[in-house]
């Protein structure tokens, strides 16, 4: 019944933009911890920004000041804003929801609920 389901991934040139969506059903995403994971080809999956059901945001320090987290608790939707998007940015992005504490929030193994991912390619 729970399902995230992300959207918005695609080619971009670098420096330009995208807007992730993660849109669930089957849990309300105010009640829960929402992480943005990407992984590229050969790499480790990584946590990339945090909301808190406080509404606390947090931020890889790769992406801090050019990415946003956001959550619009009447869509049940949380975005994630990629501004200036370089080619290290490339990868496949990930939603995740989980009842997780602040001092675990880069965890992955701490999520119990993952979107099938959205592929981000910045390229020139």
């Known amino acids: 019944q729970v399902q995230l389901v992300e959207s918005g991934g695609g080619l971009v040139q670098p420096g330009g933009s995208l807007r992730l969506s993660c849109a669930a059903s089957?849990?309300?995403?105010?009640?829960?911890?929402i992480g943005w994971f990407r992984q590229a080809p050969g790499k480790e999956r990584e946590g990339v920004s945090f909301?808190?059901?406080?509404?606390?945001?947090y931020y890889a320090n790769s992406v801090k000041g050019r990415f946003t987290i956001s959550r619009d608790n009447a869509k049940n939707t949380v975005y994630l804003q990629m501004n200036s998007l370089k080619p290290e940015d490339t990868a496949v992005y990930y939603c995740?929801?989980?009842?997780?504490?602040?001092?675990?929030?880069?965890?992955?193994?701490?999520?119990?609920?993952w979107g099938q991912g959205t592929q981000v390619t910045v390229s020139s």
């Open positions: 995740a929801a989980g009842l997780v504490g602040l001092l675990r929030l880069w965890r992955p193994s701490e999520y119990g609920y």
């Open positions: 089957g849990l309300v995403l105010g009640s829960y911890a």
């Open positions: 909301i808190t059901s406080g509404g606390r945001t």
